[in-house]
């Protein structure tokens, strides 16, 4: 059997997951997120949970495809990233790292956009390839897939529609260090922020909504506010992208379906035309999204290269004025993705000529004894 890691790497915890090549999640456990000394020992626990875990359910380092892990930062194409706070790293070659390791490829990808690829394969994205994932939390996080695949920019930073600004006249400052952006009204602080503005007092989102469905007029009036910079915000994303699902997750999605009813309408007021009856849903797989995007990143990558495996030799053989059998292309697919090796193939291939050519002369001689 063939198997996957998925690694979603956090400030507090690294959640870790096994999973086949269909998406089935068999196993998964945490380890602290180690950030002291600039997270120096953050690579080496998950390395050393990863090899624990192989030795003790008696798994083959040849039955691992790969594993693909999701960090709290922009990622560059080669697996570098860069000034990851949340982890205390300033430069880390996660993947060149990670391989060298364990011995297991490795592919990198940002938290954000890995959990959007994980609800669009086995969440609320329900397997549409144009979505937008939205995470509202301590900031407004955003993840962004195109035709399938996570779209990143060319420093990695595709879908940061927390920092879009909505409002150039705000005086309190971001964390990002500009004014006016979306999560200062969006996101868990930002809704705190904006109760503290109108009541003068101390509430949490969670207060706010649970207000809301009490029935609370002052509450309705908060999540009103917060529902037009979103759903306004959200309608500037959708012009640009247009996803045909747009997932919202993050601790304030907890509020569940009554949080939507507050961006639907304002998100539809100024939304272009033929964005306007985006499919909206709120997040379904929890903590484990990042999990099943970093692997399903992983698989992808397996996919293509399988897919350009198979058309190099295809192209070669049509030079020859050949062309590939069934058998061979599936063959070539079990190869590729690490199902099947090379000697296995020949081995296959080889007895079943052995039976073909047995096969071959018991008819040559039954046709003779006949004939005589």
């Not at 860069?82 to 790293?89: A, I, K, Q």
């Not at 879009?164 to 930002?190: R, V």
Request: contains cysteine.
């Amino acid at each position: 059997m063939q198997y996957c890691f998925g690694i979603d790497i956090g400030g507090t915890s690294v959640k870790i997951g096994l999973l086949d090549r269909k998406g089935n999640l068999l196993k998964k456990w945490e380890i602290h997120s180690r950030t002291e000394q600039e997270g120096a020992e953050i690579l080496p626990d998950i390395s050393e949970s990863l090899s624990g875990f192989l030795k003790e359910e008696n798994i083959d380092l040849q039955q691992v495809l790969g594993m693909g892990i999701g960090v709290p930062a922009p990622v560059r194409a080669d697996g570098i990233v860069e000034n990851t706070v949340n982890l205390g790293w300033k430069y880390k070659e996660v993947k060149k790292e990670m391989e060298q390791r364990t011995g297991i490829r490795t592919i990198v990808g940002n938290d954000a956009n890995l959990a959007a690829l994980g609800e669009m394969w086995k969440g609320a994205g329900n397997q549409e390839k144009n979505l937008l994932m939205v995470t509202l939390g301590t900031g407004v996080g955003g993840g962004l897939i195109v035709d399938g695949v996570p779209a990143t920019g060319s420093n990695g930073a595709a879908g940061e529609i927390g920092h879009i600004c909505m409002n150039p006249l705000e005086q309190e400052t971001c964390g990002c260090g500009n004014h006016g952006c979306l999560e200062q009204y969006a996101s868990a602080t930002g809704i705190a922020r904006l109760a503290r503005r109108k009541l003068g007092t101390e509430l949490t989102a969670k207060d706010v909504f649970d207000g809301v469905k009490a029935g609370d007029a002052l509450c309705e009036e908060i999540a009103e506010e917060f529902g037009r910079y979103l759903g306004t915000g959200l309608s500037m994303v959708t012009a640009v992208t247009d996803p045909s699902v747009i997932v919202i997750g993050g601790g304030v999605s907890k509020a569940g379906d009554i949080l939507l009813d507050y961006i639907r309408g304002p998100y539809r007021e100024h939304a272009f035309q033929k964005a306007k009856n985006v499919r909206f849903a709120i997040a379904s797989l929890g903590n484990d999204a990042g999990i099943y995007g970093a692997a399903k990143l992983m698989l992808q990558e397996l996919d293509a290269k399988q897919e350009k495996m198979i058309e190099q030799v295809a192209a070669t053989m049509a030079v020859e004025n050949m062309t590939l059998s069934p058998d061979c292309y599936k063959n070539l697919r079990a190869m590729a993705s690490g199902e099947k090796t090379r000697e296995q193939i020949t081995q296959e291939i080889t007895e079943k000529y052995k039976k073909k050519t047995e096969a071959e002369h018991r008819i040559t001689e039954r046709k003779r004894d006949i004939t005589e």
